[in-house]
């Protein structure tokens, strides 16, 4: 499967916020090179995947036998039109809606097998997730929003604080944290969405029209920060979009059709 | 620390939806407060009552007398202390919607009997030596604006013709369920009188109070006076005076029941109210909470921020309706004055309030944080955007 590589070393192996290595992970990509191996195993993985849903007494199959591999620090975009399933995968993927049947392992853990505490608890390790509409709550400010997802990993209050500053530093709003998301424009908004995702240095960060709601600047802006976040600290990122020039941004295209992803991936650089 | 900011802000995010079911749960608590109030005051008396005395009236009714000879014979019962005849007299002052409640009694053992009516030595005195002497609570005094050695005429309505008294003394109560508004004279000056205009209704007492050693024996005390005046003309009713306060009160049970009922319906309508206002707040939020379980977070944060909203709510508008409830209170007091003899707030009736609002908060929570953990994240984030 050709794909673009943001290098030819070896991987840097991201830490989990409970062990702390998060700001010094940062550091290091930031400073250039993060690197993978072309012979690793893929970090998710989707065996004979198979979702319905009921409508009355009609049954509506939204993801038929589906199968698909990413490896760490792929960016990977999901397409096709509305109701092909796309985002149905996403949440599969993202842990937040279960498959009838099928395998899906993300990082080596099967999390058909969870339960919904597990779940949870998975995904706020494992999951960042970036919306379409942002999400933010509208009565927590910048910071806040972003510092939510960290009051579930224990950490103390100022390594929560360093953690914070360093996405939104990445984010490039350092200087808007006092700010309700009212107070922001809606790319900014999105880039505090980003750095909530990431501020837990989550295995994957899975994005559903992440530019769906935001003018051609913003989201170009917005593209830009995500293939920033793929390039420099690696993170594997699946975003769903209608948007061409969006897809562009990651390096393999995938195409859904009525539940069934295409036979050929498109590389997109 | 950040949750609890989230709540608090979560809380006052609609201001005036917030501030409208606040001062609703204040009015619930204050009538809930004020009419349990009425409740507490309805049984004063009772709870006023001294379980060293008895209460000696004839067996058939309340309304038929005793012979005066009866005061000696009870005197004589083993167990007895004192024994004090009284009177209901009725009169009005001025006008009979100046009502209070007024007793022609046993001065001197009266006094002995009710160590709560607390009099001045002095007037204590004074009272006892002048035959036309009485003594009127400090409610009922302030209401009519007496002093001591003030002329007071009642209006006899059982006794007719106007009564001549001279005000010797004001006594305030022990305590703070003491009632002050009883107004009390000598049972011989009303004997002495009706000997001269109506004998045949002379020599008889309406009651007696009893005073036992050992409260513990006041019931073999009230078989003993009971059994001494058995199969005689007027057969006697003795009981302790809490029983007798009782079956007054249980002549009012339907009026009681009423205001209790009405307290609870009080509190169904604002838990009706709450509930309403937390299944808006938390079907507008299902998208927020949805995001928040994506992000991790589980039904017991979810639960803990619906119900500690419904919570905040209803704890303010509980403490709002216990602060406004004690002025209400005194000036429901004040208003009403010798009518309602005691009204005070108990601080059980303060407890109750804190209950009310803890149930309206939990029930008004129950069903909406139940959708909020049940929703999928899924649907949940289809109400977005």
């Known amino acids: ?269 | 620390m950040h949750i609890l900011k989230l709540l608090i802000r979560n809380t006052f995010r609609h201001k005036l939806r917030t501030g409208l079911t606040i001062i609703g749960i204040m009015v619930a608590i204050l009538a809930f407060g004020l009419l349990r109030t009425v409740v507490s005051a309805w049984y004063s008396g009772v709870a006023a009552s001294s379980s060293t005395r008895l209460v000696t009236r004839n067996a058939v009714s309340l309304i038929f007398s005793l012979p005066v000879s009866y005061k000696e014979r009870i005197r004589q019962v083993p167990g007895v202390t004192e024994v004090a005849s009284g009177e209901w007299f009725g009169g009005v002052y001025i006008s009979e919607k100046n009502f209070f409640p007024n007793f022609a009694v046993d001065a001197k053992t009266y006094l002995d009997l009710y160590p709560e009516f607390v009099l001045s030595e002095g007037q204590k005195k004074a009272f006892l030596a002048d035959r036309k002497g009485c003594v009127a609570g400090r409610k009922v005094a302030e209401q009519f604006g007496w002093k001591v050695g003030d002329s007071i005429v009642l209006k006899g309505t059982i006794f007719p013709g106007n009564w001549e008294f001279v005000l010797r003394g004001i006594y305030h109560g022990q305590q703070k369920n003491t009632d002050e508004t009883v107004f009390f004279f000598h049972w011989d000056y009303l004997n002495e009188t009706l000997r001269k205009t109506a004998p045949l209704r002379a020599d008889v007492a309406g009651y007696y109070i009893v005073g036992v050693k050992d409260p513990d024996r006041a019931a073999g005390v009230a078989v003993a006076i009971d059994a001494l005046f058995k199969n005689s003309l007027a057969e006697t009713l003795t009981e302790t005076e809490k029983a007798f306060q009782l079956s007054f009160i249980a002549m009012s049970n339907a009026i009681i029941a009423v205001i209790q009922a009405v307290s609870i319906i009080v509190i169904i309508i604002i838990m009706a109210v709450m509930a309403n206002t937390m299944a808006m707040t938390a079907r507008e939020r299902i998208g927020e909470y949805a995001v928040m379980k994506t992000l991790g977070f589980g039904a017991r944060h979810i639960a803990g921020l619906v119900f500690g909203e419904s919570l905040i709510i209803s704890a303010i508008g509980c403490a709002a309706g216990i602060a406004f409830t004690y002025p209400a209170a005194q000036w429901f007091s004040d208003t009403m004055g010798i009518y309602v003899p005691v009204f005070n707030v108990e601080n059980r009736t303060l407890l109750m309030d804190v209950a009310a609002a803890l149930i309206i908060g939990v029930v008004a929570a129950a069903f909406p944080t139940w959708r909020a953990i049940n929703v999928r994240i899924a649907d949940g984030l289809r109400r977005i955007g």
């Open chain 1, 1 to 269: 499967m050709p794909r673009r590589r943001p290098g030819g070393k070896k991987e840097k192996v991201y830490g989990k916020p409970e062990s702390n290595v998060f700001l010094g992970a940062f550091a290091v990509k930031i400073s250039g090179e993060f690197l993978m191996d072309d012979t690793k195993p893929p970090i998710v993985v989707i065996r004979n995947v198979t979702k319905t849903y009921t409508r009355g007494s009609q049954v509506i199959s939204v993801l038929q036998d589906l199968s698909l591999d990413i490896v760490d620090g792929e960016f990977l975009a999901l397409m096709g039109p509305s109701g092909s399933g796309k985002s149905t995968l996403l949440n599969l993927l993202a842990g937040i809606d279960k498959a009838d049947s099928g395998s899906i392992i993300i990082g080596g853990i099967e999390i058909m097998a969870l339960t919904e505490t597990e779940l949870a608890r998975w995904r706020s390790m494992h999951v960042g997730f970036i919306f379409q509409f942002y999400n933010l709550i509208p009565v927590l400010t910048a910071f806040e929003n972003v510092e939510l997802p960290l009051f579930l990993t224990g950490l103390s209050r100022k390594e929560r604080r360093e953690h914070v500053a360093a996405a939104l530093g990445i984010v490039n709003l350092s200087d808007r944290v006092d700010h309700y998301p009212s107070e922001l424009s809606g790319g900014q908004q999105q880039r505090v969405a980003i750095a909530r995702a990431l501020v837990t240095d989550p295995t994957i960060l899975v994005a559903d029209e992440p530019t769906g709601d935001l003018d051609r600047v913003a989201a170009a802006d917005v593209l830009g920060l995500m293939g920033r976040l793929n390039r420099e600290f690696g993170k594997t990122i699946v975003m769903v979009t209608h948007d061409p020039r969006a897809a562009e941004q990651a390096h393999i295209i995938r195409h859904l059709e009525k539940g069934v992803l295409d036979a050929h991936p498109e590389t997109s650089h």
